[in-house]
């Protein structure tokens, strides 16, 4: 392939004019450099100095100056503006600490000493411990800053044989491959135990059948020790309630408009509000003509509804 073409418009753009204005260079596949010199000397930001003879040079200085601007990681600047993919930017940074990138090809879920539940935290700290026979090793999916602390010589890190690096996506796919039912429990239930007040799931069947039991009791103990009253004051209410109700019938009769049954006056198409209706299907091709015609047959003004034809041009 010619990437010959690509990386000399990146050198092109001035890049330090686009990163200020918020604009990132055009995105450069990552290619040695013939005549770059490898051994680059190390800036502020040590967490691409091992891709330093793999962009070009006005590239890493835009990248340096960005992170030094909004005070994250040059790597993260790079991966964001499409100068080089996140997994080639941790393959090589993983080669120059003498680690290895791990893809998760052949890890199994018995190789993790962690619960479901610790597993998912896993995610959010970028830490995930595996055994490989007797040893313990830590997959490093680099955030923030941890780039910068790995690549530092001056900052303690693990040996290179216990330490292995790999993609945030990868390390999720992985966790979302072998926690799902963990997933789906935190999903359904997290907000009715960690926020009832904000969860509208149904209370615990178990409470719900004590609270009939102990009225029932109720029920039966003012029965039993008062029967004659119990049922003069029962009496009493039911006789309240339908008085009540034979009163709103009659106001209703009363008070009732000749008109009532005619339908009310259509409103014109401009003073109609927006509607949008969204139809999530899941491997249910075969009733989507009967939906879209369903959805076409509202009487409402300005039906974007597609086609059955259409609907299949979208989907694919």
């Not at 990437?3 to 990132?24: H, I, K, L, Q």
Request: aromatic residues 6%.
């Amino acid at each position: 392939m010619a990437f010959g073409g690509v990386v000399r418009a990146a050198e092109r753009r001035s890049e330090a004019d686009n990163w200020r204005n918020g604009a990132p260079p055009r995105a450069v596949i990552p290619q040695p450099r013939p005549h770059a010199s490898v051994e680059a000397s190390p800036g502020d930001c040590p967490e691409i100095d091992c891709v330093r003879h793999m962009l070009p040079g006005r590239v890493i200085a835009a990248a340096e100056r960005r992170a030094r601007f909004i005070g994250s990681g040059a790597d993260q600047v790079l991966i964001c503006a499409d100068a080089i993919t996140e997994e080639a930017y941790l393959a090589a940074l993983a080669s120059s600490l003498g680690a290895t990138y791990e893809r998760f090809d052949g890890i199994s879920r018995a190789d993790c000493p962690l619960d479901d539940d610790r597993l998912i935290e896993a995610v959010a700290t970028g830490l995930l411990p595996l055994r490989q026979g007797r040893d313990l090793i830590w997959i490093i999916a680099p955030r923030d800053l941890m780039a910068r602390r790995l690549a530092d010589p001056r900052q303690p890190r693990p040996p290179p044989h216990s330490l292995r690096l790999t993609s945030p996506d990868r390390l999720r796919h992985f966790v979302a491959r072998h926690a799902q039912q963990s997933l789906g429990r935190r999903a359904a239930e997290s907000l009715r135990l960690t926020r009832p007040l904000f969860s509208n799931a149904p209370p615990p069947q178990a409470g719900r059948v004590i609270k009939i039991i102990a009225f029932i009791g109720l029920a039966f103990a003012f029965f039993a020790a008062a029967p004659v009253a119990m049922i003069q004051a029962l009496s009493g209410l039911l006789c309240v309630l339908f008085l009540a109700g034979a009163i709103l019938r009659l106001l209703s009769a009363y008070f009732a408009d000749g008109d009532a049954a005619q339908p009310p006056p259509r409103l014109d198409d401009a003073k109609l509000p927006i509607y949008t209706v969204i139809c999530a299907l899941s491997r249910e091709a075969a009733v989507v003509g009967d939906l879209v015609a369903a959805i076409r047959r509202l009487d409402y003004p300005g039906m974007l509804a597609q086609t059955p034809q259409e609907f299949r041009a979208v989907r694919a």
